[in-house]
């Protein structure tokens, strides 16, 4: 398995960092944006990646995986093969015919559930996934995610029941990627001023 510093340059070389003036979601912008999904295309790079979430997995009890769609979703299915451990999914929408199911795979009322998710900003995507899987009766207390952006996101979900462990934090990352020559200081500099300044607060503040 690639080491974290090694992983981290392999996910820049791969496209997966990207720099500029970018928008992230409806009125954010962000100096990185980090994009997980450009990883369907790297086979080894999934695998790495998945490893690492892995890791984290293993120190925590759980009976079933679910990827937060849809960035998340190929990594939890590569965990759950590799762990042998039963995934279930949750689609952006009820389905409107047949099973009408907001929920698909097989799971049990008070299953331990771990929620696997990409990047974690306000908090506000994993958050809705916990939401919809406590209401069909699953226990949530966990998440491993590949990037905590350190912008508030992880305290968000810990004041809502939920602990966060990542593979990276956004100033690891970044550090990495300075030392590594991919990026400068003036990058480095853009960035961390950019984490002090878009910090997200409580539920009622997730946007
Ligand atoms: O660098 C980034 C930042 C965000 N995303 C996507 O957005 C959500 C996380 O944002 P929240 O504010 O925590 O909801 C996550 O699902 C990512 O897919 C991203 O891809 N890259």
């Given at each position: 398995?690639a080491d974290l510093e090694e992983l981290a340059v392999q996910l ?156 990276f934090?956004?100033?690891c990352l970044?550090n990495t990627l300075?030392k590594a ?27």
């Amino acid at each position: 398995m690639a080491d974290l510093e090694e992983l981290a340059v392999q996910l820049f070389d791969a496209g997966a960092v990207r720099l500029g003036d970018i928008e992230a979601k409806v009125g954010r912008r962000t100096p990185i944006y980090f994009d997980l999904r450009v990883i369907v295309s790297h086979p080894r790079i999934m695998m790495a990646v998945a490893r690492h979430l892995e890791k984290l997995a293993k120190e925590i009890n759980h009976d079933v995986l679910c990827g937060v769609p849809y960035a998340a979703l190929p990594l939890a299915a590569v965990m759950s093969v590799n762990t042998d451990t039963p995934m279930i999914m949750k689609r952006k929408e009820t389905k409107l015919y047949a099973t009408k199911r907001l929920l698909e795979g097989i799971y049990y009322k008070n299953q331990k559930c771990l929620v696997v998710e990409d990047v974690v900003t306000s908090g506000g995507s994993l958050l809705e996934t916990v939401e919809t899987l406590r209401r069909e009766g699953l226990v949530v207390s966990h998440a491993v995610v590949v990037l905590d952006r350190e912008q508030g996101g992880a305290s968000v979900l810990e004041a809502n029941g939920v602990i966060v462990k990542s593979v990276f934090s956004l100033s690891c990352l970044v550090n990495t990627l300075y030392k590594a020559g991919r990026i400068n200081d003036e990058t480095v500099g853009m960035i961390v001023d950019h984490i002090k300044e878009c910090q997200f607060g409580m539920k009622d503040n997730l946007d």
